[in-house]
């Protein structure tokens, strides 16, 4: 341990000896607390947006690209719009104390279980200061204490934003300590943080690929893994093509730089004439490159031009992450059901379907986190799958998959209430 | 990947290989799947305790304890023993499929989640040949793919009853590939099993704490941690006295050897001079050797000899599995909650009051897998509890804690129904 900063173990330190502190809040203080926090976003902007300024020159002048300084920049309708997403999170159910499987058993011990929160939830993430923010709430709502490392690139803004939780927790009557910041940004804290098991329950790295395997990896405590969605869509035979192009149309281009985005088209080879050209139409207006195997090559000929051009076995399994999309036809529901268990990551595969046999063996047989039947891969989301909020998507299978809320946040513990029961 | 041993990565993979078949079989196939292997248990008695015989007198030669040999031993009765709790499991209920959460959001997706099967559950055991049909019978019913490396000393016993199994399984129409034994008892396969997250999904050490730790420490999938249970019983102030010497004497002297067993004994300071000479009068009949505190021992006084010895700074969060009980003296509930908290394991606590305000705070103040009210801490257990079965107590906070039964082998898939709807 003597190689571990010492910020960061005296940090991870007083974030374990808040966690009882933190798990006995009543709903009320949390919330009142949560709503302080609002307040402060809205009340309290001059120096959050003071060392965002200067994060977002110091990012300029080291080259970030717009998209990047974009994800920094905070600004007062960005703050105030926070401030209503936190006010969101003090309306939610608070899942701590939910009992669930309670019964009287034969010998008359009356037993349930009851959630608990976790601990304390680590979280490692990249350029956006509102991480720090969301973490935090969504933490003290579940009765977590936060231990936060954001990037080097956002320190300042990540700094005035914990200040200004702590604040609020303290004028709340919370211990400030349900929130550390780790502020030294050298990059060794993020393996020596990956070894505290000791002090962390849960660590979810919010970032791109490389974080995510890197904890997943080397990290001694449980870890979220996710946020890897290789996405297929699937235009079975039977297909309503006019909804079929629709959601093939939504599912690339609403939003294609996220996981949930699609990133292969598999097309039934009885409609793929009929549905291709249609959706290569609509993907063309919207810029999406089509990389496509030969048959739908065929199909769509050289006439479409640069948006189409033959994929490569790389684009299989890939997440494009952008208006790219690899597109296959394929003979049978068997042949789409295997590319999509070889080459998916397990985060949402659809099936676009009338036949009913169809979409209950799509269902049954694909294993992934999210599995739709004529709608959207773009769906898998917290708050669109009614969890109000979101810490991550996991693609683990242990503990929760899929959208995480704040249920997902919790463990829970056996309560056993007798009157004298001894075991015979 | 080449220093793992053949057979091993050969198993892993069919392992990997059957989980699509197994995720799919109904609960009429498994059921009659584990009829046929109670059914084998019954009436395939003879190469079975030939092997076992084997194993039993090269134990014996090696010098193996009568407590071990014990568990070694494989009779007749056993065996049949054991074929009517392989029955018990086609008589609980199926955990696959299971829908919970299921609603209509707003926008007309129907949204559920689903339990599934986890995949491969690998599990890493002693001498007890028992085991090998417990697990295979439990994946089984869970339509999840057991992996198996039993012990050295058992291993002729292990694979007559995974040979069994296997038949049993193929003479039922499901793939025999769904239970696999590692046959080699090379050591050095332990340390390989643990690297291979690629196949196992899940890794249950079933054995003493130096297993237990080794696979916690260094497998590369999830593990369930359990099977250590530092366990306190707290006698508060207003406890109802017979009802405590009652739970005491049971909690540590009904089966001492296991982990829910009482290892420290908490007394109220108000009433410890009426309830520990009682206690030490009924523990003193089974053999209990009792490691006091100061005050406890000024209590007890001399006149109970060698049973009553001061205790040591190691008694305190010792684990006993023996007839052996750590006893301390405190002044206040605080105090007692105090001392759980410093020493407990997390597993199993209990408190014995007649105030409510008591009650509650413990039930909810104390971080445990099961936290007790008036009842013995020996109740903790998947059986007992009414799980039906047990995989193993899980002190882990993430996914399953406490007793793990059959719902606790499966995950969740989100499953979506919708006619069309694209994201805004």
């Given amino acids: 341990m003597t190689t571990v900063a010492n910020e960061l173990l005296t940090k991870a ?43 977002y020159e110091a990012a300029r002048q080291d080259g970030m690209s717009e998209a990047l300084l974009d994800r920094l920049l905070l600004t007062s309708e960005r703050l105030t719009a926070q401030a209503a997403d936190v006010r969101k999170v003090a309306g939610l159910p608070d899942p701590v104390g939910e009992s669930f499987d309670a019964q009287t058993l034969p010998n008359g011990l009356r037993i349930a279980r009851r959630r608990v929160p976790l601990g304390v939830i680590g979280t ?49 009557g919370v211990t400030p300590e349900a929130v550390q910041l780790v502020e030294s940004t050298d990059r060794a804290l993020v393996d020596q943080m990956l070894t505290l098991s000791q002090y962390i329950d849960l660590l979810i790295p919010r970032g791109g690929p490389a974080l995510v395997k890197l904890v997943a990896e080397r990290a001694t405590m449980p870890v979220v893994t996710g946020g890897i969605g290789v996405c297929h869509t699937f235009i079975d035979a039977s297909a309503n093509i006019e909804r079929a192009v629709a959601i093939a149309y939504n599912a690339k281009v609403q939003r294609p730089t996220v996981c949930n985005a699609l990133d292969t088209l598999l097309v039934h080879a009885k409609v793929a004439p009929e549905v291709l050209p249609k959706v290569a139409l609509a993907w063309a207006e919207a810029g999406v490159e089509m990389h496509c195997d030969h048959r739908a090559l065929s199909i769509l000929g050289p006439s479409h031009g640069t948006a189409v051009v033959p994929a490569t076995e790389d684009d299989w399994g890939k997440e494009f992450l952008s208006l790219v999309a690899a597109v296959a036809v394929v003979d049978s529901f068997d042949e789409a059901l295997e590319h999509i268990h070889k080459y998916g990551s397990g985060h949402s595969e659809a099936i676009l379907t009338e036949d009913y046999s169809a979409a209950m063996r799509f269902l049954d047989e694909v294993d992934a986190a999210a599995v739709f039947v004529n709608a959207s891969t773009r769906f898998t989301d917290g708050a669109q799958f009614g969890l109000g909020a979101e810490v991550a998507i996991s693609t683990n299978k242990l503990h929760a998959r899929g959208p995480m809320g704040l249920r997902e946040l919790t463990s829970y513990k056996w309560i056993i209430m007798g009157d004298g029961q001894v075991r015979e």
Same sequence: chains 1, 2.
């Fill in 13 to 55: 330190q007083a974030a374990r000896g808040a966690t009882r502190e933190l798990a006995r809040l009543s709903t009320d203080a949390k919330n009142r607390a949560i709503e302080l926090i609002a307040l402060a976003l809205e009340s309290q902007q001059g120096s959050v947006l003071e060392a965002n300024r200067q994060d």
């Fill in 124 to 172: 490692i993430y990249e350029s956006r200061p509102n991480v720090t923010v969301d973490i935090s709430v969504l933490c003290l709502k579940s009765g977590n204490v936060a231990l936060l490392r954001g990037g080097k690139e956002a320190i300042r803004s990540n700094a005035a934003l914990a200040g200004l939780v702590r604040g609020a927790l303290a004028k709340a």
